[in-house]
């Protein structure tokens, strides 16, 4: 890594195909020490990244309304710690502030103490309390990703590390789900703190009109405090590096063969070209008889190669031949049509 200065450090990716997960963590340590690393627990435990060019966001719910979420389950036991939309009273183990932006101040929370109430006023006791999403039409997305900021705490009192947060997803408005996360009982995401997640929808589930999430709390210790909040759910759609705007993305055309890539630089060696004039071969700047005669040297005599060869090829047919040069002067003193472009301008074809 390199140092940046006040204790900053930076350290680049190598590169990965659009949409990947990338899981890393980090490890430091000093001459003779011993090595940390974050999240305390790694290489079991690691951060996840989608390596992406970058995203639109299509859809956000930031809890400052209710947008049609639904509190319960047929399976909740849970008696007090039920999900409630608010501006948060904070305790040791919840949130005193949401996570949007001011003026924002709502977020989903586990529970409502009153203000000034002990560590478990209101958390969840008893079992579990769900939270379902609204429905999600995802059926005209290409490759969306959906990102929320959690909260979790299980660690501050005398029984903790008992009790998970669950994060499931479903296609069909709730018949069946599928596990996205689960935080805890130990671990990192388990001592508060808001803390994004994001994942790539196509790799849980397929997409639909009826896409929604379930968050799920619980208490399963008798001594525990269990207390979650959910805020800032989006929906943002992968942008990948498309450079011959296809719609397929660069990694891809490279992977399946549509697209060379000689130098193994990750770019489509159709979309890296040295601009050049068509049928200026002489790099004098302008286009004259000369280049009508260098063009000649090299079909005939030996000449240089044309760097591109490109700029060569005078009537753009794909083949190089006399039929340039005769094109080429037919243009300069007989009033022939132009050459196609890139011309009078340098240019890419």
Do not use: K
């Amino acid at each position: 890594m390199i140092s940046l200065g006040n204790n900053l450090y930076q350290g680049n990716f190598p590169n990965f195909d659009c949409g990947a997960e990338v899981h890393w963590y980090v490890e430091a340590s000093v001459v003779g020490g011993v090595p940390s690393t974050d999240p305390g627990s790694a290489p079991a435990s690691y951060y996840a990244s989608t390596a992406i060019a970058g995203t639109d966001e299509t859809y956000l719910d930031d809890m400052e309304q209710d947008q049609g979420w639904t509190v319960g389950a047929p399976t909740d036991t849970a008696t007090t710690g039920i999900w409630t939309r608010v501006n948060p009273n904070g305790t040791a183990a919840q949130p005193e502030d949401d996570h949007t932006d001011p003026p924002g101040v709502n977020c989903w929370v586990t529970g409502q103490g009153s203000v000034g109430g002990g560590l478990g006023d209101n958390d969840v006791d008893g079992g579990e309390t769900t939270l379902i999403s609204p429905i999600l039409d995802l059926s005209g997305s290409n490759n969306p990703v959906i990102s929320y900021w959690r909260w979790f705490s299980n660690n501050a009192s005398a029984g903790p590390g008992t009790d998970t947060f669950r994060v499931d997803i479903s296609s069909n408005g709730g018949a069946s789900w599928v596990s996205v996360e689960v935080v805890g009982p130990t671990g990192t995401g388990t001592s508060g703190g808001w803390i994004q997640h994001q994942f790539v929808v196509t790799d849980f589930v397929a997409l639909s009109a009826s896409i929604r999430l379930r968050f799920i709390a619980e208490d399963v210790g008798a001594a525990s405090i269990s207390e979650a909040a959910i805020d800032d759910l989006r929906v943002s759609e992968i942008l990948c590096n498309d450079c011959n705007g296809n719609g397929v993305g660069d990694d891809e055309d490279i992977a399946t063969g549509t697209s060379a890539d000689t130098n193994g630089d990750g770019i489509p060696d159709e979309c890296q070209c040295n601009e050049f004039v068509r049928g200026e071969l002489n790099d004098d700047g302008q286009i004259d008889l000369s280049d009508a005669v260098t063009l000649l040297m090299y079909l005939f005599n030996n000449g240089s190669t044309p760097n591109p060869i490109e700029r060569a090829d005078v009537n753009d047919s794909g083949v190089i031949d006399i039929a340039d040069v005769i094109y080429l002067v037919a243009y300069l003193f007989q009033g022939g049509a132009p050459p196609p472009p890139p011309f009078p301008d340098p240019g890419c074809p």
